[in-house]
């Protein structure tokens, strides 16, 4: 009964939109012909209206009615009336209106404060010329001509940003410890259980409208940062009615209609949900009465068989990428002038992809891996918004869910055991955000007095239910069977159930006074105030074969489908194990409380300071194994002067300090295994925060809407930076994270957006966009680090950070916009993974060309195609141990099956593919 009336509310809506009116136009000034943005049009005798966009395009329902009478006002330009007839519209040319300016305001289009220019190359600009510190940015306008599908693809176009593992941010060669992720203005939690990180691949890039990178510290922004502040803005009420379905499907070279293997799959995988077939059953006995030998084999059995033991692998070829979307939006204007709106979204993607022949050849490993990953992700946006005269108020909310299920299968030999091996890992990860954010805006009397606040709620989930684990091995080169590990319970034989929930709860309050004070000064000063809460519980079980049981030998010959089926469970072969320990969980929380004083002095039209002093004070409780607590008070200022050259340019200087605090589990004494690299992942107790003193400088020429050239120069000095390490210990790899005493970081970046009209007006619907940084670091180490090759080194370069960085591309539109044509070009310099020392060179990520392109045609206002390329030249990717010291890779010391120890050593190469996928969008 429900879902009929779910079904019949949706008809109605469908319906309303579907047989409704759209009336479509473009207003311009009647004077200069320029569009007038920010236009209100209402329709008399109804509450239906519209905003029109930065180029003056408007878009109004008009309902079922045949005639209506539409009143268009701008802030001074002289009230207009438009009377509106069906039988005389013509959809294809649509309305046009002009405006004629009032009090002899003939000089150009003036554009009420409250107009919004949503999502546009130009209005971005705009927002960067009138900041007060030093800021990048990619609009929506931007993100739509570039096949990027996730939040993650998007920042890599960003000036000085370059993406780790396709979702992790890297800001003028600062990795995501140093860099702070915000939605709409609020905290945004680390996603990843091992490292303080946002995966930004969890937001699909339709749902935002703005990204802004702010790289210059103010009082008024939470500090923990040193390269940027990313806000992902996402998407604003809209100038106008609208609802647009897209459906696109894709093609991977790699995967798509190649063979795809996969184990357990339930009915609801597809949507993004486990079924609970893959969880740990609340009856399964506790670690006590497993490990205290306090179970019958009865129960051993009946505790075995609760758990799913499907390891069949099935394989199929691998369907096509599906990427649904839906998006709908009102904007509603009453008598009084009053607007509310809401935009709705939902997203839906799945792909099935692989990582084909992944090569491993380092200390005594020489493996093949593939991995098989089928991902689905949900994702929903519901942004509501009331506007009065001297208030805003809105309420964002965003969910998303990614589930990721891997299925790795390895083969080759471990030269340290003197084995040849099979591998298995059946993994599942879900990862969820649910985020809700009130803010509010109120005018205070009639002073200029500006009141804003935030609250808001964040919940993110990584669940990873029944990760099992299973190797077989032989004598290396004979032709012996391979035998199923299961002696014991261990790296390569166990199932792992891990839950991490973390909510976090933020608010702030900001007050900003005008001051009579030289030209144009305010004083604002605020509170803000943070607190986390995680629960991050792990259980290692599995069983293991009891010697000398009943066809011992016949039962570790059987391929791995048939290792844990009922009769061979009810046989007694296996006992149940758990390696369960206290620091397998921990929980934490975290406070952040802040209060900071602002003062913004313009003092003259061209000369601006913007300046003050931020006071945080944080407090850090960790519960496991072992209890501790930090507690780190600091006093930040902050100073941002800017010299308006031009109204056109802008000279910008900065100083501000800022910190960089270890993640959770990073100091949790903790202890993780990542199979994929095969190495052990530790928590340091130890752990400090870093300290950073940073210095920009900055050139802006915003030479024409939505143009730019810019140059900057950075220097950043840091006290007891936090590094990850990688070395052996015993018969394992171990990953780690370190304070080092020192290190520097010392920069350059250019940004350029033109139109090719300035070499022959022919070419004035090409645009040309380039960004550059070249960067270099240095860290001191707290004592020499003995490398491989006997030489010694007492600096390197920070982790993550590339010599230089390069996006470029060129973007053709036709002048009616209905067809265009962009080519994208990203390349990043040799970079360090994971810091060595002794046994184990640098690790580095070498260059790879990355070039998209994206063609697109719109067939009539409402409905348009796209069909992107993604990854073209599929370069490798490659990560290897520097084994001579020499900083560039010459080829495997791996020759014929054995470790020559001549050359580097490969930590994993592979081609990801290239992708293409063609997407269509029909707008009612």
Do not use: C
Request: glycine residues 8%; charged residues 20%; hydrophobic residues 35%.
């Amino acid at each position: 009964m429900q879902i009929r009336l779910l079904l019949t509310g949706l008809l109605i809506i469908l319906s309303n939109y579907i047989f409704s009116q759209n009336i479509t136009g473009k207003i311009t000034n009647a004077v200069t012909g320029e569009p007038v943005a920010g236009a209100t049009l209402l329709i008399e005798g109804s509450n239906k209206g519209a905003i029109s966009e930065s180029d003056g395009a408007f878009r109004i329902n008009v309902g079922s009615n045949q005639s209506a009478t539409i009143k268009v006002t701008a802030l001074n330009y002289i009230t207009q009336t438009i009377p509106y007839k069906q039988e005389a519209y013509v959809a294809d040319s649509g309305l046009t209106v002009t405006l004629t300016p009032a009090s002899g305001e003939l000089a150009g289009v003036v554009v009420s404060a409250r107009a919004r220019q949503q999502g546009t190359v130009a209005s971005l600009y705009q927002a960067q010329r009138t900041s007060a510190s030093i800021s990048d940015g990619i609009s929506a306008e931007a993100i739509r001509k570039s096949p990027d599908r996730s939040t993650g693809d998007v920042l890599k176009r960003v000036s000085g940003t370059t993406i780790q593992d396709n979702k992790f941010v890297i800001i003028r060669g600062l990795n995501d410890r140093y860099n702070l992720g915000l939605t709409d203005g609020s905290l945004l939690p680390s996603t990843e259980p091992n490292r303080k990180a946002f995966s930004f691949d969890i937001i699909p890039s339709s749902m935002i409208d703005n990204m802004i990178i702010t790289k210059a510290g103010t009082p008024d922004l939470p500090a923990d940062f040193a390269g940027g502040v990313i806000n992902v803005i996402t998407k604003e009420v809209p100038t106008r009615k609208f609802i647009d379905f897209t459906l696109g499907i894709g093609y991977n070279s790699v995967a798509t209609f190649k063979d795809f293997r996969s184990g357990y799959r339930s009915g609801t995988d597809f949507l993004g949900f486990d079924n609970g077939a893959r969880q740990l059953p609340a009856s399964f006995p506790g670690t006590d009465a497993i490990e205290g030998r306090q179970l019958s084999q009865e129960q051993v059995n009946s505790a075995l068989l609760s758990l799913n033991n499907d390891f069949n692998i099935k394989t199929r070829k691998a369907l096509p990428q599906l990427n649904l979307q839906a998006n709908m939006g009102d904007l509603r204007i009453f008598e009084n002038g009053n607007k509310f709106g809401y935009t709705a979204g939902i997203t839906y993607t799945h792909s099935e992809t692989v990582k084909k022949d992944v090569l491993r050849q380092y200390d005594d490993y020489n493996y093949n891996d593939n991995t098989y990953k089928y991902s689905s992700n949900i994702g929903a946006l519901l942004n509501l918004s009331y506007q009065t005269e001297k208030g805003k108020y809105s309420f964002k909310n965003l969910y998303n869910r990614i589930f990721d299920d891997n299925l790795l299968y390895r083969e080759g030999s471990n030269l340290g055991r003197g084995s040849d091996i099979r591998f298995y890992a059946f993994d599942l990860i879900q990862k969820s955000l649910l985020k809700n954010t009130f803010k509010g805006e109120n005018k205070l009397g009639e002073n200029g007095v500006v009141l804003d606040y935030l609250a808001s709620f964040n919940l993110v989930t990584n669940n990873r239910p029944d990760q099992r684990k299973v190797g077989y091995s032989r004598s290396m080169g004979t032709s012996n069977a391979f035998i199923a590990d299961l002696g014991n319970l261990g790296r390569e034989n166990n199932r792992l159930f891990g839950d991490l929930n973390e909510k976090i709860y933020n608010g702030a309050v900001n007050l900003k006074v005008p001051v009579n004070l030289f030209e144009k000064s305010s004083v604002k000063f605020g509170g803000f105030a943070a607190y986390r809460d995680r629960d991050d519980k792990n259980r290692m079980i599995g069983p293991v074969i009891n010697p000398g049981g009943p066809n011992e030998e016949e039962v570790l010959r059987s391929p791995i489908d048939q290792l844990f089926t009922p009769g061979v469970i009810n046989s007694g072969i296996y006992s149940l194990k758990d390696l369960t320990q206290g620091q397998d969980r921990y929980t934490a929380n975290a406070g952040n409380y802040a209060g900071y004083v602002l003062l913004d002095n313009k003092f003259t039209n061209k000369l601006r300071l913007v300046w003050g002093v931020r006071y945080e004070y944080y407090k850090l409780n960790v519960n496991s194994s072992q209890n501790f607590s930090k507690t780190w008070t600091d006093v930040l200022p902050s100073a941002n002067f800017t010299y308006s050259i031009t109204p056109k340019t802008n000279l910008r200087a900065s100083y501000f300090r800022s910190l960089g605090r270890p993640e959770f589990r990073e100091v949790a004494p903790f202890y993780y295994y990542d199979f994929e690299r095969m190495a052990n992942v530790l928590g340091n107790p130890d752990l400090t925060r870093s300290q950073i003193d940073n210095f920009d400088l900055k050139y802006e020429w915003f030479m024409a809407p939505g143009e730019i050239i810019s140059a900057s120069l950075f220097y950043k000095k840091f006290r007891n930076t936090i590094e990850t390490s990688i070395y052996k210990a015993q018969s394992a790899l171990e990953v780690t994270t370190n304070n080092f005493p020192s290190a520097t970081n010392i920069g350059f970046e250019a940004e350029i957006r033109k139109k090719l009209n300035f070499i022959s007006e022919g070419l004035r619907q090409l645009e040309f966009y380039t960004n550059v940084a070249l960067i270099q670091s240095k860290v001191k180490l707290d004592g020499p680090l003995y490398l491989p090759d006997g030489s010694t080194i007492t600096d390197r370069p920070l982790t993550g950070q590339s010599p230089y960085a390069i996006n470029t591309g060129l973007s053709y539109q036709t002048r009616d916009n209905k067809f265009g044509a962009n080519v994208l070009y990203n390349r990043i310099g040799q970079r360090i993974d994971l810091v060595g020392g002794n046994l184990y060179g640098m690790v580095y990520e070498m260059p790879r060309n990355l070039l998209d392109a994206q063609v697109s045609y719109q067939v009539s206002p409402r409905s348009s195609f796209k069909l992107n390329a993604k990854d073209i030249l599929n370069a490798p990717i490659r990560f290897y141990f520097d084994q001579n010291g020499n900083e560039k890779f010459d080829g495997s010391s791996f020759q014929n099956g054995m470790n020559t120890l001549n050359k580097d050593w490969i930590l994993e190469e592979y081609r990801p593919g290239t992708t293409v996928t063609l997407s269509y969008t029909y707008k009612f």
